[in-house]
């Protein structure tokens, strides 16, 4: 079985400063890993995607995500936090080959203090 | 592109009464997935078609819970008879099989059974 275990429930940066959001998965399979963000009453939106390539991977809005097999992880930074990146963001794996389903993580609440 | 649509946004309605949740996927995506988000349980997967049929409701809770995808641009996911504790926020989502597990997800329909 797949799963994501999202090492944060809440994180807390000053306005400028980095972002780190941490991710480690367990996937039987080459697993597809995705970073998702959700505002406020708001869809998921799609940050950024792990499929294969390259394993350091670069997102929307300064965003990005490396790859590391050896430490199961996916952790997702950001150099300089902004207001408008506080929300819900969800590390998620793709289910087992063939089944497109995903499975979510439980979610990291981002806070960015002025 | 108009993205996935869902309706209503907001529904409540007493426990007892049946509930319609409607899904208008993105035109050209041949799979759709319904997920409930709840802060107990996280997101979680429903049901998903593909070309319009279903395949995996491993995830819809109770026979109460039944989904159609009538044809490739509609589906609806019912409840009857809703209870309080289906109150959740419902999404759906669709991803075509050249997009490698990336999914796209509706604003989700906000569901208060009191």
């Known amino acids: 079985a797949q799963s994501v275990t999202q090492l944060d429930s809440h994180v807390s940066v000053s306005e400028g400063t980095p972002v780190l959001l941490r991710c480690n998965y367990s996937?039987?399979?080459?697993?597809?890993l995705f970073w998702y963000v959700q505002h406020p009453n708001k869809g998921l939106q799609l940050l950024l995607k792990y499929t294969s390539a390259a394993t350091l991977v670069k997102g929307i809005n300064g965003f990005e995500a490396e790859f590391k097999k050896s430490e199961t992880s996916f952790h997702l930074t950001k150099p300089s936090a902004h207001m408008s990146d506080a929300a819900e963001y969800f590390c998620v794996v793709s289910d087992v080959a063939g089944r497109r389903a995903l499975t979510f993580g439980s979610g990291t609440r981002l806070q960015v203090q002025p | 592109d108009a993205g996935v649509i869902q309706s209503p946004r907001h529904e409540v309605t007493e426990m007892g009464q049946e509930v319609t949740l409607r899904c208008k996927p993105i035109s050209g995506h041949d799979y759709l997935f319904w997920y409930r988000q709840t802060m107990m349980r996280g997101l979680e997967l429903l049901i998903y078609f593909n070309n319009n049929v279903p395949i995996d409701d491993s995830g819809m809770p109770e026979d109460r819970f039944s989904a159609k995808m009538p044809n490739a641009s509609f589906s609806t996911l019912k409840i009857q008879p809703s209870e309080p504790r289906d109150s959740a926020v419902y999404f759906c989502?669709?991803?075509?099989?050249?997009?490698?597990?990336?999914?796209?997800f509706g604003p989700g329909t906000r569901l208060t059974v009191t």
């Open positions: 989502a669709s991803t075509t099989g050249t997009l490698r597990y990336e999914q796209y």
């Open positions: 996937s039987s399979y080459s697993p597809s």
